[in-house]
């Protein structure tokens, strides 16, 4: 490890310094024509970099190609006969004979539906869950009232129940309140907190300075502005990376729409895709169309992550396991 | 003024001084009770409604017999006796235990190594967020994607076999890969995000104990054996906690591939119970399933916890 610290200051600066340096750490090596170990790790990296990255060219190429030509081009690793036709197939461009000439099966799938759907329930609990679960991070973190930890306690523990425990009952009363297939029914019970998105949200506003809020007070400020001009405006990092973590978790969520929301007018991408899936013909899959459509329902995600990856990346460890 | 609502309590991780002097006004054990309560209120609504009743209620549930027309009808443990000699029940078990050991045991190994990669020799930010990618795309796209990668006609694996010489796999056809198969994607999928956790505590151990290792010339292999393993070990049991328990829920990915064939041979615990809720109508069977897996998840927590130490640190 300490040979790689030094080497950051080799660029312009003055040889006394790169001296003084080298003669507190007399661990440096010096340099070797090749390091075997360091150019198998490397090795190593690039592999795994590959096994995660090839799947999805593969995803692309899939896509790219035509549904018939696939079968005579199997280990062909350019698209077999080059087409747009999937995208258009899954995006409603093609008639029903022009996809079934190309190997679709035909059947509409109502893709921008599903895309739709998707966007409306990952806003909805996304904006709801972080702006409320922030809500009780600032009483569980900044106000001070008799059982606040016995009553957090309890919201943790909640943390530790299988989300298959509640959903059956759920399911109940979702349906007894008549809210089946609708929008209501998938967003209702992420809406309003999860124990996860309170406990990150707390272990920030902890951490933050009191004087502020205090300058704030002795302004004669209520407790509601301090939450919206100091509070949530101090938080917004960890805001973001939590609103950005629950968008993608409520996008990528199965089994709860797959639960109360069948029905194609609210069905989102993640159920619309597992009906694609079955509704292709017997024998001939459309594995391009399937692809085309994995692609499509994976790229906002992909998208959200080339903006904001770093976030992402830099906000795990600190909330996965602490 | 204004201080003097607040109550003289020191602040979780602030200032005391604020309010210490101050006479209080609204009496001693109250505080902030009204703005709290206001604050809190959208998510106690969530937490009441969608937590707490549900989880109450699934216990209440698993004593009944309740096929969603009607009602419930409390019959004492009857779910419960069915349940121990319910051969799908047993069979489900063993599947999902199966397929708990596979995936951990290399999920585990695989993110504990690409974690090394990441902290001593791949340094950059790209690299772990590229690693992270499968993470994060629905667990229906990864398994819809592997599904069509390992086809048996027309996947590029099974091609790739086929030029070996070797014979071409079946991979969610026959009982004997299945589970592997599905294991072996979520593998795929989990082992940048574990590899990422692991790689936090790495960042955790100080420079120190590493600069004195190497001053006494300890190699490589006993460096790792004797400092890292032990002193990653909280962090290690941890991950260890949360993979599992997530392990066993897996769901998704057999929902879309295999719906838990061929036979029953990937009918893991979660898809039974959701054949027995929603295709059979048996509500009351079906949360009595979910009470014991429950109690199973909290069982191996506890045991890794314990048993592993996880709370204890070498660090001392």
Redesign the interface.
């Known amino acids: 490890m300490t040979t790689t610290s030094p080497s950051r200051q080799d660029a312009g600066q003055p040889s006394a310094r790169h001296n003084a340096d080298s003669s507190i750490r007399p661990v440096i090596k010096p340099r070797k024509p090749i390091n075997w170990g360091r150019a198998g790790a490397w090795a190593l990296v690039v592999i795994a970099l590959i096994v995660t990255i090839a799947p999805f060219l593969w995803m692309l190429r899939t896509a790219l190609s035509s549904n018939h030509s696939l079968a005579g081009n199997a280990g062909n690793l350019l698209p077999a006969d080059f087409s747009w036709g999937a995208f258009k197939r899954v995006l409603g461009l093609q008639s029903p004979e022009e996809a079934i000439a190309e190997g679709g099966s035909g059947a509409a799938i109502n893709f921008w539906w599903y895309l739709r759907n998707s966007i409306i329930v990952s806003t909805l609990v996304t904006a709801g869950q972080v702006f409320f679960s922030a809500m009780a991070a600032y009483a569980f973190s900044r106000l001070r009232w008799p059982g606040r930890e016995k009553v957090f306690a309890l919201f943790l523990a909640t943390m530790m129940v299988p989300p298959i425990f509640t959903a059956l009952p759920n399911f109940l009363m979702i349906k007894n309140l008549g809210l089946l297939n609708t929008y209501a029914g998938i967003i209702l019970p992420f809406l309003f907190m999860t124990p996860f998105a309170i406990f990150f949200l707390r272990q920030f506003f902890m951490s933050m300075s009191r004087e502020v809020e205090e300058a704030a007070m002795l302004d004669g400020a209520k407790k509601f502005r301090i939450f919206f001009q100091i509070v949530l405006p101090n938080a917004a990092a960890p805001l973001a990376t939590l609103a950005l973590l629950t968008f993608i978790g409520t996008w990528n969520e199965y089994f709860w729409p797959l639960l109360v929301g069948q029905e194609e007018n609210v069905r989102v991408l993640t159920v619309g895709l597992g009906v694609f899936k079955s509704q292709s013909p017997q024998g001939a899959p459309d594995w391009s169309g399937l692809m085309a459509a994995t692609l499509i329902a994976a790229l906002p995600v992909l998208l959200l992550f080339i903006a904001f990856g770093k976030k992402v990346v830099n906000s795990i460890g600190f909330s996965g396991v602490k | 003024m204004?201080?003097i609502t607040?109550?003289p309590?020191p602040?979780?991780?602030?200032?005391k001084k604020?309010g210490t002097s101050a006479p209080v006004r609204n009496g001693r054990?109250?505080?902030?009770?009204k703005?709290?309560l206001v604050?809190?209120f959208?998510?106690?609504?969530?937490?009441v409604?969608?937590?707490?009743?549900?989880?109450i209620?699934?216990i209440y549930?698993s004593f009944t017999e309740y096929s969603?027309l009607g009602d419930p009808t409390w019959i004492g443990l009857e779910n419960y006796t069915s349940i121990f000699t319910d051969e799908l029940f047993w069979n489900s078990m063993a599947v999902t235990v199966q397929y708990v050991a596979i995936n951990i045991g290399f999920q585990t190994v695989i993110a504990l190594?690409?974690a090394l990669?990441m902290h001593?020799?791949?340094k950059s930010?790209f690299?772990?967020?590229?690693?992270?990618?499968?993470f994060?795309?629905?667990?229906?796209?990864v398994a819809?994607?592997?599904?069509?990668?390992l086809?048996y006609?027309?996947?590029?694996v099974n091609?790739?076999i086929s030029?070996t010489g070797l014979p071409r796999i079946a991979f969610f056809g026959s009982e004997q890969w299945a589970i592997p198969t599905i294991a072996a994607v979520n593998v795929?999928r989990h082992m940048?995000?574990t590899a990422?956790?692991i790689?936090?505590?790495l960042?955790a151990i100080p420079?120190h104990v590493?600069?004195v290792a190497?001053?006494d010339g300890a190699s490589?292999a006993r460096t790792f054996w004797g400092i890292t393993i032990p002193l990653l070990r909280p962090?290690l049991v941890?991950?260890l906690v949360?993979t599992v328990?997530g392990s066993?829920?897996v769901?998704?990915t057999v929902?879309?591939t295999t719906a838990g064939g061929p036979i029953n041979a990937s009918r893991v615990i979660?898809m039974y119970?959701?054949q027995k809720?929603?295709t059979e109508s048996d509500?009351g069977y079906?949360?009595a399933l979910?009470?014991i897996?429950?109690v199973i998840?909290?069982l191996v927590?506890f045991i890794q916890m314990k048993f592993l130490k996880g709370n204890e640190s070498d660090l001392d």
């Open positions: 204004t201080t607040k109550l309590d602040p979780a991780g602030g200032t604020a054990g109250i505080g902030d009770l703005m709290a604050f809190i959208p998510a106690m609504i969530g937490f409604v969608f937590f707490l009743i549900p989880t209620r699934g549930l969603i190594g690409l990669l001593r020799v791949a930010t690299i772990r967020g590229a690693l992270l990618l499968p994060l795309v629905a667990n229906v796209i819809l994607l592997w599904f069509w990668m086809d006609q027309l996947g590029i091609e790739i030029w795929w940048g995000y990422l956790l790689f936090a505590g960042q420079q590493y600069e190497s001053l490589p962090v941890l991950v949360v328990i066993f829920q769901f998704d929902a879309v979660q119970i959701y809720a929603f509500f079906a949360s979910s009470v897996l429950f998840l909290a927590a």
